[in-house]
């Protein structure tokens, strides 16, 4: 076997085994797992209940738009942090409620913000910039907006772009893919170095790329497979129905489960990237001061 080729199995093996790992995370559930998520399901529950509270009962649909916002993007992050500090054999052991106070969960959701923003504002502002260079009109501009797709294209003064939008979409896509590879271990490296340091995150994924995206394809994969079987149960017992539009004290009870469940095979895909970034993190040689 040549030095290329076992370079390659050696990639592999770390790929298949991070997403084993993550496997085996899920599945053991122990007491300390139990409780985070009583915690988790607990928080959610009080959520949905102040959100429709709020926007059926009072009519404030933008303040209940807010905390179902809150729900969605801040209550996982502390079962996120307790994964990755068990794996990191760190103490995360004191419950759901207590990670709320670590400065560890704070710094995870800044970087979850960060992360986003570093990919969707460069794009954003470099398509809203070539379309006022290139003299785009207000309307056109509008109906793209509103109608993106190729038909679009045909709008009188911008068929003549179509070359070059779809060359500057379609490039602008795969930088804001690869930025977020190399910014897969972002989260991992916060809870290990209990700071946020976007630079650091990024050069931990150095010569990573092709095992991140295949440990997010095998993982990701595995984790949409499992939520669509999920899915595609509820649908065929009618659950989904009853969750959209059964009594309040269906409804509820079942949104969170719905959600709980996702989460739980969700945690897959952290923890095996967390493997893939301990092992790398181990691996490295050591500097002597």
Not at 234 to 260: C, K, N
């Amino acid at each position: 076997m040549d030095e290329d080729s076992a370079i390659e199995r050696k990639k592999m093996l770390q790929v298949l085994d991070a997403t084993r790992f993550g496997v085996r995370f899920i599945l053991n559930i122990d007491k300390q797992m139990v409780t985070v998520f009583v915690g988790y399901v607990i928080a959610v529950l009080g959520l949905e209940l102040l959100a429709e509270f709020i926007g059926k009962a009072h009519g404030f649909l933008s303040l209940q738009n807010v905390i179902l916002g809150v729900k969605t993007l801040v209550l996982p992050v502390p079962v996120l942090v307790w994964a990755l500090m068990k794996i990191l054999n760190k103490d995360g052991g004191g419950g759901y409620f207590s990670l709320f106070r670590w400065r560890v969960t704070l710094l995870v959701l800044g970087a979850s913000l960060l992360r986003a923003l570093y990919v969707a504002l460069p794009v954003i502002l470099v398509m809203v910039g070539t379309f006022v260079e290139l003299g785009v009109n207000g309307p056109a501009f509008s109906y793209m907006l509103h109608h993106f797709s190729l038909a679009s294209l045909t709008v009188p003064g911008m068929s003549n772009l179509a070359p070059l939008l779809v060359a500057g979409v379609v490039s602008l896509l795969f930088l804001a893919c690869y930025v977020l590879l190399r910014l897969a271990f972002l989260s991992v490296h916060v809870v290990d170095k209990e700071d946020l340091n976007l630079r650091e995150a990024f050069r931990a994924s150095r010569d990573l790329t092709g095992e991140i995206f295949a440990v997010l394809l095998l993982s990701g994969g595995l984790t949409f497979l499992l939520s669509w079987g999920i899915h595609a149960l509820w649908q065929a017992g009618g659950l989904l129905d009853l969750m959209r539009q059964g009594s309040l004290w269906r409804t509820i009870p079942l949104t969170v489960l719905y959600q709980t469940v996702h989460l739980y095979f969700g945690l897959m895909v952290t923890v095996a990237l967390g493997d893939l970034y301990i092992k790398t993190r181990d691996a490295e040689p050591k500097t002597v001061s």
